[in-house]
């Protein structure tokens, strides 16, 4: 039975949002995303995900190469830790959040949500703030922190804190930018397909066409990342234009995120 | 096609008593157009029905009004407001149910209610909680408020629709198709929510259901192929024409229908006959005419069982402009 009442007399004042600006709605959008990864099933599936494949890889290394000196085996499975990282976590990334925006849209809640204050760019916002958090959370800092543990019981050495963390720090960089892809991505298609389809491919790019491709294009796409930060981590020789896909990743990430906020504020409902 | 606008008086609102108010509103998609010319008064304080077949329009009018679509002609604004620069301001005073209400299928109805509660009140969470319990009960939602909304069915679905629509106390209500999945008790809740609500906001409903309309609507508003072919305060519209009269009258009628066939002023009559009983329905020119209509029957003799002008029902009046039209 629906009964229609006013606000019950002596109920408690609410207090209304304090303005209606371009980011409306970011707060109680980004609560929902972490909600999402921190009160669901998802978080600790992620973690057992990349423990298992980050941890378990370099555990085994270290395990079927007992005659390599420890210095050598120590950089050798750091570098394979943030390369396999980079690659392995790009790929998660994509697969994971491809639905983000395009599920919204398909399945309606966009166009909820955003009859709500909410802002447009709020919306993506909340997204990559959320999706990043809980990447960088279960897939980067927890296996992090496990391999620095295993490292240490099995080699008797913990790999340096501060080139490992930049190092680690380069690895956020890739995964940010793989999910400022996928969302632009999820706002420029209207299907999993191409989101998919495209985020994929450009992680498996850099696998298989880093060494076939002009030096203009791999000093400008985040292929390079995975080595750098190995290379960082190590203390291992750094190519003289290290920085140059550093700092492009970091602009098109900013630049996707653009391209994302932009398009979804155009979408119609 | 034939525009048939009618304007009841009561329609000439002005600005300021405008809950919505649009001015040649349009919505093309490509070579469809969605929504032509549409220009429509809502007066604060009122329930109004927003009427049309499917695919009228309504729904494209309904998403303009909030800014999820934008114009491709015209403009409209919601408590003054336009509905394209200012609709993240017309959104935090606006309830909106949609036509097929969707949310988050893991929350439950209590942390949807929650979700959209805080996008337009920070708290404090004691009342933030009172609101939304309050929100619940009022939607007949208590006893499943802790039940994720993947479970509902399509009646709990519309309820909690209407629930999250009115969780901010708006000043305007806008409803696309509210009642639509409800079995008939849920119906006549809605519709008794809606006449309630009138006294604090202003409803804006979409519907094909007539009934539903003629029950609770102070103004109808009729869509037809993208068109507004009627706008005007219910009553008026069912005030139906003021020339043509209905007269019960015991027997076959014949003489009575005679009488007034002869009659100067009578345009027409005609007879139909029922259980011991003829209604004549007779269309007259002039009002001096229908003065004369009872007299001239109960001298023939006739014994008159029932007199008066005809009144329309609003299918009448819907089928008349919006299949008249596609005669």
Redesign the interface.
């Known amino acids: 039975m629906i009964a229609a009442t006013d606000a019950p007399p002596g109920a408690l004042p609410l207090l209304p949002v304090d303005r209606i600006g371009p980011l409306a709605g970011l707060r109680n959008l980004l609560r929902k995303e972490l909600s999402q990864w921190w009160q669901t099933r998802l978080w600790w599936i992620q973690v057992l995900i990349w423990v298992v494949l980050l941890n378990g890889v370099t555990i085994v290394v270290m395990l079927t190469e007992p005659t390599v000196a420890v210095d050598v085996l120590m950089r050798e499975v750091t570098s394979t830790f943030l390369q396999m990282g980079v690659t392995a976590i790009g790929i998660g990334v994509v697969l994971t959040v491809q639905g983000a925006i395009v599920g919204e849209k398909e399945l309606g809640t966009a166009a909820w949500v955003m009859s709500k204050p909410a802002s447009r760019s709020a919306f993506v916002l909340a997204k990559l703030i959320g999706h990043a958090v809980g990447f960088v959370v279960t897939a980067i800092a927890v296996p992090a922190v496990i391999f620095t543990v295993e490292v240490s019981i099995l080699l008797s050495h913990a790999p340096a804190v501060g080139p490992f963390a930049a190092g680690v720090g380069v690895v956020t960089l890739a995964v940010v930018f793989y999910l400022a892809l996928t969302l632009a991505l999820g706002a420029l298609f209207d299907g999993r397909g191409p989101v998919a389809g495209i985020g994929v491919g450009m992680v498996l790019a850099g696998v298989f066409f880093k060494g076939l491709s002009p030096p203009v294009i791999v000093y400008t796409m985040p292929w390079l990342l995975g080595d750098i930060a190995g290379a960082i981590a190590v203390g291992g020789p750094l190519d003289p234009n290290w920085l140059v896909p550093v700092v492009t990743t970091a602009l098109a990430t900013v630049a996707l995120t653009g391209v994302a906020v932009w398009r979804f504020g155009r979408e119609e409902f | 096609m034939k525009t048939k606008v009618l304007q009841g008086s009561s329609a000439q609102a002005a600005d300021a008593d405008s809950a919505i108010r649009t001015v040649g509103l349009g919505k093309r998609y490509g070579d469809i157009e969605a929504l032509a010319d549409l220009h429509l008064d809502v007066p604060r304080r009122s329930v109004v029905g927003f009427l049309g077949p499917n695919g009228a329009g309504k729904t494209t009018a309904i998403?303009l009004l909030?800014g999820?679509?934008?114009p491709t002609a015209g403009s409209a604004s919601v408590s003054g407001l336009d509905s394209v620069r200012d609709s993240?301001?017309i959104?935090?005073r606006v309830g909106?149910l949609?036509q097929?209400?969707?949310?988050?299928p893991?929350l439950t109805a209590r942390q949807t209610l929650q979700?959209?509660a805080?996008?337009?009140?920070?708290?404090?969470g004691?009342?933030?909680t009172?609101?939304v319990d309050?929100t619940l009960?009022?939607?007949?939602l208590g006893d499943r408020a802790d039940r994720p909304v993947r479970g509902f069915s399509g009646g709990e679905r519309q309820?909690l629709g209407?629930a999250q629509a009115q969780i901010n106390?708006p000043d305007l209500l806008i409803l696309d198709e509210p009642a639509a999945a409800l079995d008939p008790g849920?119906r006549s809740?809605?519709l008794?929510?809606m006449s309630?609500?009138r006294t604090?906001t202003t409803v804006f409903y979409s519907t094909h259901i007539l009934d539903d309309v003629q029950r609770v609507s102070d103004r109808v508003a009729i869509l037809d192929r993208g068109r507004l072919v009627a706008n005007a305060a219910t009553a008026d519209l069912l005030d139906g024409d003021a020339r043509t009269y209905e007269i019960t009258v015991r027997g076959d009628g014949v003489a009575a229908a005679r009488a007034l066939g002869t009659r100067t002023g009578v345009r027409d009559v005609v007879r139909a006959d029922g259980d011991g009983a003829t209604k004549l329905t007779v269309r007259v020119r002039d009002h001096g005419t229908a003065d004369a209509l009872l007299p001239t029957v109960l001298t023939g003799g006739d014994v008159v069982t029932a007199f008066g002008r005809r009144r329309s029902s609003l299918e009448d009046v819907f089928l008349a402009l919006v299949e008249g039209d596609r005669r």
């Open positions: 998403k909030l999820l679509v934008r993240l301001a959104r935090a909106y949609a097929d209400p969707e949310f988050y893991h979700f959209t805080r996008f337009f009140y920070r708290g404090p004691p009342a933030l009172a609101r309050e009960d009022l939607v007949g309820r209407i106390h849920g809740d809605v008794d929510i309630r609500l604090r």
